[in-house]
């Protein structure tokens, strides 16, 4: 076609761009290709559109004259270039071709019936020429990379949509025959969906990202909300007791065991599994006392319903308690272990020890919390300890797996 | 004396080592990165990297392939503060001889660097843990039997390294010498490094998950 190089390429990066009418290579008012230019798009299309508009009612050719009015005439220097006559007369030789069919068939009959499309065109088109440029551009951009992108998918939409359209047309003839309008209605449906499938699909990315993007910001703020609650609180607390080496290892133990709980550990429901329970005693314990408290596990098992298991948990933080008020050991080391029905916990400490068989009657600690309780629940605790040597407790249990 | 490079994207935790190490190593230089750490270990090929586990460009275990796959017979040491099962599997897999958390003493440490300066292997008790874990999960049969299961003895050994025992201590509790308790910990690593079970990796990111 002629007018190919006018294709697309906007003159300029002018911040906005309102629509104008050219002078040079214009057929009639220079309104088509200005339209065109706005568009990114060819001067051909809109024109066609404009002569396929007029075939109903004339809607084309009121649009025409409107945006003639509304329009600034592009300034142009010399003598005004010549029309493309032979172009004019083709087109109108197309108008004049379908106005005649129009008429043969009775489609330009559909009158009031059609006025809906007419106003709801120039609406778009007003709205067009008053959106934001950016915007604009980017609804430009997109269309037409995807018609370039897709020329066989935009060729076949747009013979439906022609298909569908003339159809239409053609039944509204025949209002009698409901049907047939119907199919075509489908059709037209069905090629604009083809036409904008690309753009939907686009749409449908974009807010998928937007959705990730939401997310990821949610995350951020959580991370945020931890470390400002917590972490800063703690460096503040810290500042405030600095006095006191004990206390000020104690809050940074503290902070630094839940924020390793927060980054690395599972979320686990501390009264669901042995493991679970032990880190949150050891946790316990060790703010209690100041005394940093190791645990490892090795496997897990859910608590039992018996209650076997809750009793060794409460006698190993007996313990850990021990271990930590008396043994005067720089650290104590946990570790818990379940092999089949077997759970076995061990506390350690290397701190002064003790005569096991020195310890009077009445001591509760040793003799009740940890032994007697383990020996009625079915199990056992061996204590292995010597002075100066620290001390070593022993927990086993056997449960039956549920 | 011992030599050793310490790898850490914090100044200030470099320096803190450094002041913590005792008379018998010597620091022969400090990196920050897995590119100044790879130039700085051939520069200075010293006998234990202490290698941090997560630097920028890679993190230690680009570090240990970039260095290992050259063919150096340089011992790393991994010191992190992570407690996730995939990086601490994930370095030792990748070669490095050891693994302590950075809450370590400073005696502790200086230990730990003698330690894998003479080809032996360190465990922690977390670490320890890992690995009985790791290893106890056997449900698929293995490949290598020889190399995808524990002996008794080494489990024994692993277990008293993850109640908190030290080397001597475990050496006294099995009536064994230290020298054969190291061989034991080697050989686990060993295994730990070669054994083929893809559960080996495949629990190590699940513990993380689950």
Known sequence: MADQKTLAEPTGDAPYRRMMRPMEGRLLGGVAQGLATQLSLDPVVIRLMFVLLSVVDGVGMVAYAVLWMITPRQPHEGQPPQRDWSQLAAFSAIGVALFAFGWLTGASQGGIGMLPFAVGGIGALILWQQADPERRKSWVRGATSSIRKNRVRTLLGVALVVVGAVGFLYAQGELAQARPGLLFTVV????????????????????????????????RAEVAAMVHDSVLHTLTLIQRVAHDPREVSRLARSQERELRNWLYQPAQDADATVAAAVRRIAAEEEDAHGVPIEVVCVGDIALDPAGKLAAMLKASRQAMVNAAKYSESPSISVY???EGEEVTIFV????????????PLDRMGIRESIIGRMERHGGAARIRTSVGDGTEV????????? | MTRVLIVDDHRLFRSGV???????????????????????IAAH??????????????GGQEVLRRVLGSGSQVRFLALSVSDAAEDVIGVIRGGARGYVTKNISGKELTDAIRRVAEGDAVFSPRLA???LDAFASSEAPSIDPELDSLTQRER???RLIARGYAYKEIAKELFISVKTVETHVSSVLRKLQLSNRHELSRWATARRLV
């Open chain 1, 188 to 219: 037209v449906v069905g090629g604009l969906a083809v036409i904008a499938a690309p753009w939907l699909a686009g749409l449908w990315k974009e807010l998928q990202l937007e959705r990730r993007e939401r997310i990821r910001q949610e995350e």
């Open chain 1, 336 to 338: 818990a272990e379940v």
């Open chain 2, 18 to 40: 450094r002041a913590e190490l005792g008379d018998s190593i010597e620091v022969v230089g400090e990196a920050e990165d897995v590119e100044t750490a790879v130039q700085a």
């Open chain 2, 156 to 158: 024994e050994v692993l």
């Open chain 2, 129 to 131: 843990g890992f690995v």
């Open chain 2, 45 to 58: 090929q010293p006998d234990v990297v202490l290698l941090d586990v997560h630097m920028p460009g890679g």
């Open chain 1, 394 to 402: 022993m927990l086993t249990m056997k449960v039956e797996k549920a």
């Open chain 1, 348 to 359: 350690k400490d290397r701190g002064k020890g003790f005569d096991l068989d020195a310890v």
